[in-house]
């Protein structure tokens, strides 16, 4: 999976060639992906399936996963829960890393990658509204929310004296109310990890960074489950969701094109060309013809201005040019 080096060919309409879109002024862009998460975010809220649902949602993946072998939450919690060595990390890791790797890559494409910056801004997008359509049609109860007979314990809650979350999961204490609990299916924790790893193997210089891209979404995989926010396979739906924002980006960046270019056509063509405009105003010089001296008329036989010279049919006598008749 690639990131196009060169920006897309951009499509004309209606006779019109676009020139390549210039680079994005940087306040325009946080104000789109600013706005776009706020969207998110209120709509996420706004999602909230019933208690009921949700719980019956997360204990059938459970059910699934112990039957496939996958069910690799409950070790992993363990461990997390009885070393706090590993657990507090991993909360601070769950709290912090999600908000800060994901919009620091998209300053540094926008700054150092502008060629690649579109694509990876309409990709991250898509993934994110993706993983919403996901939380509206599959609420899912975390493990953390499960009763206590299931085995799991919140590891954010148990260590929240450390941090600055609650027992909300990464919500700031006292905040927990603006988050939705039961948006766990697919994990966006697990999904923009796998974006910023992506984009980081491919486009990192150094072999360091280039190896931080494979392990940063292998860690944060981990993490999401030992601290029972996630199921494996709401990881495994988060990299669902990964690829088919990959696949939607080159439709969905066509169409805006096409989009423009309909629309930088209809604007052109409803304002007059400076031309049409020059010839249609009042003030414009009219084009005259050139003024003919006689004014068309034409003189007689025998008439001849003053001064002029008669021709002689019987000498050389010279006409009106002083030349000679018989030079003619």
């Known amino acids: 999976m690639e990131i196009a080096r060169m920006p897309l060919p951009l499509p004309s309409s209606a006779g019109v060639t676009l020139k390549p879109r210039p680079r994005s002024r940087w306040w325009a ?7 776009v998460y706020a ?13 009921s649902t949700a719980v019956d949602n997360g204990l059938a993946i459970l059910r699934i996963e112990k ?24 909360d601070f890791l769950y709290a912090s ?25 309409t990709w991250l997008l898509l993934i994110t509204l993706l993983g919403l359509v996901g939380f509206v049609l599959v609420p899912t109860c975390p493990p953390r ?13 148990q260590y929240s004296s450390y941090g600055w979350w609650g027992g909300d999961a990464s919500a700031p204490r006292g905040m927990g109310a603006l988050t939705n609990q039961y948006a766990a299916m697919p994990s966006l924790h697990v999904a923009w990890a796998v974006w910023s790893g992506l984009l980081m193997w491919r486009h990192a210089r150094t ?7 494979v392990i940063y979404p292998l860690v944060i995989t981990v993490v999401v489950m030992g601290t029972a926010n996630h199921y494996f396979l709401d990881a495994v739906a988060g990299v669902g969701v ?10 969905v960046t066509r169409a805006a094109d096409r989009i423009r270019a309909t629309a930088t056509a209809r604007f052109r063509t409803s304002r007059p060309s400076p031309t049409e405009s020059a010839t249609s105003s009042p003030t414009a010089p009219e084009t005259r013809s050139p003024a003919i001296v006689s004014g068309g008329c034409e003189t007689s036989a025998g008439e001849r201005f003053p001064g002029q010279r008669t021709r002689t049919s019987t000498t050389g ?3 009106a040019d002083d030349t000679p008749a018989t030079a003619r």
């Not at 919009?103 to 579109?118: C, H, I, K, T």
């Open 29 to 35: 862009e946080l104000m789109l992906v600013l706005g």
């Open 39 to 51: 969207a998110y975010s209120v709509c996420r809220l706004m999602a909230q399936g019933g208690t």
């Open 67 to 90: 039957a496939l072998f996958l069910n690799a939450e409950h070790p992993l919690n363990r461990l997390f829960t009885s070393t706090p060595a590993i657990g507090i990390p991993a």
């Open 97 to 121: 890393l999600h908000y800060l790797v994901t919009p620091g890559l998209l300053v540094w494409f926008f700054l150092r990658r502008p060629d690649a910056f579109r694509a990876a801004r």
């Open 145 to 157: 929310l499960l009763e206590a007979g299931h085995g799991f314990v919140d590891t954010m809650a």
């Open 207 to 213: 072999p360091l960074v280039r190896w931080l891209g």
């Open 242 to 251: 990964v690829v088919g924002g990959a696949l939607l980006t080159g439709p």
């Open 317 to 319: 006598t010279t006409s």
